[in-house]
């Protein structure tokens, strides 16, 4: 079975802090993906990376940063979080053809204070 | 724009009864089509696919999807629904002429089932 885990599934932080999710895959997938959950609004792509150190913008990716240094470990990076970015953000992977499924983790519930 | 629409944000069945959520899509070429279930607490998992082929596609837990090109549909159905389906449904694409390889979502539709 594909495993994907995200480092916490709460977290709270305060305005202006950096924040790190950290999302890791066992399944030797290329492409890793990050989105943010909303009410009303669906998933939505932040930010995907298709290879090592990789990377292309998605849909929303203003006030993000993502780094993958290694194949299994995809970061997002919330420099300096703000309020509007309190939302659950999903991790998702697939393997390199586009026929295939995107295999999700569980979620990081972030609260911004 | 470009745009994966689920008209019903919430709908509520009785258990035992049919069930058909609707999503329409809105681009030029056939794009690749997926449902997804999240259940609440839980991460997102695949409940069937449409790359081509046959219209009537097959998945989990006994639903279905048929698509339409006519009415750029591909609606989720299931004959008899059980309380455990009360979930979140989302349909989402792969726009494969664009090169872009992540998933567009639409905005989900949320499944309550009364007893």
């Known amino acids: 079975d594909v495993k994907v885990t995200q480092s916490s599934r709460y977290l709270v932080k305060r305005t202006g802090e950096k924040v790190f999710l950290e999302c890791v895959q066992d399944?030797?997938?290329?492409?890793m993906f990050w989105y943010r959950q909303d009410p009303g609004l669906g998933l939505r792509l932040i930010y995907f990376?298709?290879?090592?150190?990789?990377?292309e913008k998605g849909d929303i990716p203003e006030g993000y940063s993502v780094s993958r240094e290694k194949k299994e470990r995809f970061s997002l990076i919330l420099e300096s979080a703000s309020t509007n970015q309190t939302s659950m953000y999903l991790c998702?992977?697939?393997?390199?053809?586009?026929?295939?499924?995107?295999?999700f983790g569980p979620g990081t519930r972030l609260t911004v204070l | 724009a470009q745009s994966v629409t689920q008209p019903d944000i919430h709908i509520t069945v009785s258990e035992g009864a049919s069930l058909e959520l609707r999503c329409n899509y809105s681009?030029?070429?056939?794009?690749?089509l997926f449902w997804y279930v999240q259940s609440p607490g839980q991460g997102l998992q695949l409940l069937l696919k449409?790359?081509?082929?046959?219209?009537l596609v097959q998945g989990i837990k006994g639903f279905e999807a048929e698509f339409k090109r006519s009415q750029s549909s591909f609606n989720l159905r299931k004959p008899s629904v059980h309380w455990s389906d009360a979930a979140e449904y989302f349909c989402?694409?792969?726009?494969?002429?664009?090169?872009?390889?992540?998933?567009?979502f639409g905005s989900g539709t949320r499944l309550q089932v009364q007893p």
């Open positions: 681009y030029g070429a056939t794009p690749y």
């Open positions: 990376s298709y290879d090592v150190k990789m990377k």
């Open positions: 399944m030797d997938h290329e492409n």
């Open positions: 989402a694409v792969v726009l494969m002429d664009t090169g872009r390889r992540a998933l567009t």
């Open positions: 449409y790359f081509s082929g046959d219209t």
């Open positions: 998702a992977t697939r393997p390199r053809s586009s026929y295939n499924e995107q295999f």
